[in-house]
Structure formats: C-alpha cells, structure tokens
C-alpha cells in the first residue's frame, strides 16, 4: 500500500520562503509522476507543480518563476516556494500518480500572512 507523507508547512509572511516535502513509501516503481497540488477554502482543489521520474516539471501559471519542484529519487518530493503571496494560502497535498492510480497525502497547512 502506498502512503505519502507530506512535511514543511507553517506560518509564513508575504515574500517568505517555504519548503515543502513528501516522501512516499510502500511499493514504489521508478517510473511514476509526483507532484503537488493545492486547496484554498472554498475553492477547488489545483494543481500546482508536477515532476515526472525523466524530471520534466509543469507548473501552474501562478507559480511560475516563484516556485520549485525537485525529487530526490522515486520516493521523495520538494516544493520550494519563494515569494510567497496571501493569495498561497490552501492546504498543499502531495499526489504520486503510479499506473495510472492517484494517491494523495493528508495535506499540509501553508498560510501566508499580508
């Protein structure tokens, strides 16, 4: 069974910098996608960043420049978040896609104070 654990949200000011990380365990091939998504109240849930095991990342527009994703190996992935705006405030969930099945993570708080 694959579990992902998400580590690195918090509290943070406009133009501060946060770093995000998952690692998943259970049974893991190296050929898979990760990637983060997001959630704000009252809003949908959104992609924010992926990175695929040959490392070709897609962002969404509003992080672009600001944002980045990086893996270690197949298990683990990094958000760095720089810049960081109000409007970034959501719950961040880490998603592993692996023959085509999703698995998410529990989430993780990022709040970002004006």
């Known amino acids: 069974q694959v579990q992902l654990v998400e580590s690195g949200g918090g509290l943070v000011q406009a133009g501060g910098s946060l770093r995000l990380s998952c690692a998943a365990s259970?049974?893991?091939?190296?050929?898979?996608?990760m990637g983060w998504y997001r959630q704000a109240p009252g809003k949908q849930r959104e992609l924010v960043a992926t990175?695929?095991?040959?490392?070709?990342t897609n962002y969404a527009d509003s992080v672009k420049g600001r944002f980045t994703i990086s893996r270690d190996n197949a298990r683990t992935v990094h958000l760095q978040m720089n810049s960081l705006k109000p409007e970034d405030t959501a719950v961040y969930y880490c998603?592993?896609?692996?023959?085509?099945?999703?698995?998410w993570g529990q989430g993780t708080q990022v709040t970002v104070s004006s």
């Open positions: 990175i695929t095991s040959g490392a070709y």
């Open positions: 259970g049974t893991i091939f190296s050929i898979n996608t």
């Open positions: 998603n592993l896609v692996l023959h085509s099945l999703d698995y």
